[in-house]
């Protein structure tokens, strides 16, 4: 089945480490999104991609960068992490045109 | 930007009650509104949505009412069973070009008493 695979799956760093989260989809989706997770806070966006060229902030992009290498790749990093990064992240996709998000199985990480 | 407030944060409810859990947005130009269910452990899946030109819809259990003049929106789940636990999540889209980038409420902690 398409899916949208993330890795790693869990990932503990330590403070200042640059770390790189890594998305693959076989959906054949053109967007792309990277959110975070925190107890009590929902789901916030972090950055998104309509397509290979196309690079947006979302709500809370400070101190995360993003990289989409092709249509079916987008990597999430933390130049320099912090405690207050630790989360659970999220990757996901949708069809061009369509709302209906598909996400990943999430990687969580613990800066240390 | 769009905010969307969800309450309440927690609900507990006894096996074969209704369950009700509500959202307001404040862009009145959103237009796009569907509901995330995530099991525990588990990613995020889209259990039903409705757009601004519908008042209400239904899929079997489970039912999502609009009302844009008060710009609210409400989940509802009958005749609740212990496999709806989970964090239920509301979202609304934004506006000003950003359609497609939803805002989420911060959840909704539904626990089914068998």
């Known amino acids: 089945d398409a899916d949208v695979t993330q890795t790693p799956r869990n990932r503990i760093t330590k403070t200042g480490k640059r770390i790189m989260l890594e998305c693959s989809q076989t959906k054949g989706h053109d967007r792309m999104y990277w959110y975070r997770q925190d107890p009590g806070l929902g789901l916030r966006l972090i950055y998104y991609?309509?397509?290979?060229?196309?690079?947006n902030k979302g709500e809370i992009s400070d101190g995360y960068s993003v990289s989409r290498q092709a249509q079916a790749k987008f990597s999430l990093s933390l130049e320099s992490a912090i405690p207050n990064q630790t989360a659970l992240y999220f990757c996901?996709?949708?069809?061009?045109?369509?709302?209906?998000?598909?996400f990943g199985s999430g990687t969580q990480l613990s800066v240390l | 930007g769009e905010n969307v407030e969800q309450h309440p944060s927690t609900l507990s409810v006894q096996e074969g009650d209704s369950a009700v859990i509500k959202c307001t947005y404040s862009d009145s130009a959103s237009n796009y509104f569907p509901w995330y269910k995530q099991e525990l452990g588990k990613r995020p899946q889209l259990i039903i949505d409705?757009?601004?030109?519908?008042g209400e819809k239904k899929d079997q259990r489970i039912a999502v009412t609009l009302n844009k003049t008060a710009k609210h929106f409400s989940l509802h789940i009958t005749e609740t069973q212990p496999e709806d636990s989970a964090v239920y999540f509301c979202a609304a889209t934004g506006s000003g070009g950003s359609n497609y980038k939803l805002t989420f409420g911060k959840g909704t902690l539904l626990t089914v008493n068998p």
């Open positions: 409705i757009r601004s030109n519908v």
């Open positions: 991609s309509f397509d290979v060229k196309d690079i």
């Open positions: 996901a996709t949708s069809e061009g045109g369509g709302e209906k998000l598909f």
